[in-house]
């Protein structure tokens, strides 16, 4: 088992602060990065499944999926300053990101990375985003 420090918030942002959403992929991210989220989506899991006690810090995983969510609709032409996420949706795009990062986590310990889990993931993300209504996800400016 590999010990994992806390998760490192301002570090995490100062790495992808600015950047295109491929900053925020599972595969661009490095390893205490991607353990401490991976750590993280784990324990929120378990909390909502109520299988664990204490709150989980989820600050990672939302800046990570609002990063997402925020350069895709920038690329799509909405200038975006706030998100809002309904709790379902979140918790839809909080278990397509665990998929990939825990992925990415197999594929550095085994090798083998699949090329095509970054499209797949933004593909997904992308769908689900979509079955929601422009307003109840983002406010643009």
Not at 17 to 23: F, I, L, P, Q, W
Request: aromatic share 8%; glycine share 6%.
């Amino acid at each position: 088992m590999i010990n994992i420090q806390a998760t490192n918030f301002k570090g995490l942002i100062a790495t992808i602060e600015g950047k295109s959403r491929a900053a925020a992929l599972p595969s661009n991210l490095l390893d205490p990065y991607l353990h401490q989220i991976g750590r993280d989506l784990r324990i929120a899991e378990l909390y909502l499944r109520g299988d664990y006690t204490k709150e989980p810090y989820i600050s990672g995983i939302l800046y990570l999926i609002a990063h997402l969510m925020r350069e895709r609709m920038r690329e799509n032409g909405h200038e975006v300053t706030k998100l809002k996420v309904n709790e379902d949706l979140f918790h839809v795009l909080m278990k397509i990101y665990q998929r990939y990062i825990e992925r990415e986590i197999v594929a550095r310990v085994v090798g083998g990375r699949c090329e095509e889990d970054g499209d797949e993931m933004l593909c997904a993300l992308d769908l689900q985003i979509a079955s929601f209504s422009e307003n109840e996800h983002f406010v643009s400016s």
